[in-house]
């Protein structure tokens, strides 16, 4: 319930951000006459700079022109609504065009609506409104459905989608995907010696530590079960995925959680299997995963705290 009340008051209190994609400078300033106001107004004049931007401001709307020289403006939609970053926010298609095929085509994919040039100022406020209101709801009932009730962190259906996403994204792209599990050492004989109550504390601990290690707005921890969290890592070589995983035990070192069942000074640490692959559109991610639980394995194997990898 906290979480919702500040996801609300958020929404009440942030100026929305809006995206202009248009190659035509007088458009452009244009709407941002228009926007500016009331809204934070962005503006990108390629498809590749639309793409950049939408991964690194996470813009409320975007208000894409449809022809653009290179990229236009439906293989712009497109490539938003095939990133797990980018597929949630809402593409309005700025269009001079009045042809019925080429509307059905532009939400087939994935647009929410379209306006005509030239731009009527009052109806362009009225459907961003809308699409913004809209836009925020949705981002706030998926937090609450795609967040771990104890943790903050990402809970297994969250995981599991965006692990989906990510194969067929590496699928497409031929870029490697990395996954990290890892659990907390001895957790049990921690739960019985301190108590459940403590057990969650100790959890939330771990997982805020591990959270810190996360660079990218697209990587992504998440809980996988009990004890046990994992983290997405896209675009990631083994490599890569080592110096996070390091990172993960390091934080939890430096929470200094006492565990005195396994001796006097002894602390929290935690234990973590690494897999790294690429996906493949005639095949599941369920074998990254059974990669990266056998390298976690064998890292308890071979004494805890410490990370093991799969070769890549």
């Given amino acids: 319930m906290a979480l919702t009340a500040q996801a609300m008051a958020d929404t009440d209190t942030t100026r929305p951000k809006i ?3 248009d190659d035509d400078p007088l458009n452009i300033r244009l709407l941002h006459l228009v926007l500016g ?10 498809g590749e700079q639309a793409l950049a931007l939408s991964v690194e401001i996470k813009p409320d709307v975007i208000l894409l022109d449809v022809i653009m020289p290179g990229m ?7 490539r938003l609504k095939a990133n797990p970053v980018t597929m949630e926010i809402p593409v309005i298609f700025i269009t001079a065009q009045n042809n019925e095929a080429e509307e059905v085509r532009g939400l087939e994919l994935g647009a929410v609506d379209f306006i005509r040039k030239p731009i009527n100022a009052v109806i362009l406020q009225a459907r961003l409104r809308t699409h913004v209101t809209l836009k925020r709801q949705g ?8 967040v771990d009730g104890l ?30 599990l890892f659990d907390v050492d001895h957790f049990k004989k921690y739960n019985d010696h301190y108590g459940h109550r403590a057990g969650d504390d100790c959890l939330v601990r771990v997982a805020g530590a591990a959270a810190k290690a996360m660079r990218r707005p697209f990587d992504l921890i998440a809980r996988y079960g009990g004890e046990e969290f994992a983290c997405v890592l896209p675009d990631t070589d083994t490599a890569g995925a080592l110096h996070i995983a ?5 934080n939890v070192a ?6 005195e069942t396994l001796g006097a000074d002894r602390l929290v640490s935690v234990s973590a299997g690494i897999a790294t692959q690429r996906g493949a559109v005639d095949q599941d991610y369920e074998a990254l995963v059974k990669a990266a639980d056998q ?18």
């Fill in 139 to 146: 981002d706030i009932l998926r937090t609450m459905a795609s």
């Fill in 19 to 21: 995206l202009v994609v």
């Fill in 37 to 46: 106001q009331q809204h934070d107004v962005y503006m990108a004049t390629s």
């Fill in 151 to 180: 943790t903050g962190v990402a809970n297994r259906r969250r995981f599991e989608e965006i692990l989906g996403l990510h194969w067929l994204q590496s699928a497409r792209t031929g870029a490697p995907l990395s996954l990290i």
């Fill in 254 to 259: 430096q929470c200094a959680i006492l565990h």
């Fill in 295 to 312: 390298q976690l394995y064998r890292a308890k194997a071979d004494g805890r705290n410490r990370v093991a990898a799969a070769p890549a």
């Fill in 72 to 78: 236009d403006g439906h293989e712009i939609c497109r």
């Fill in 246 to 250: 390091a990172l993960i035990l390091a």
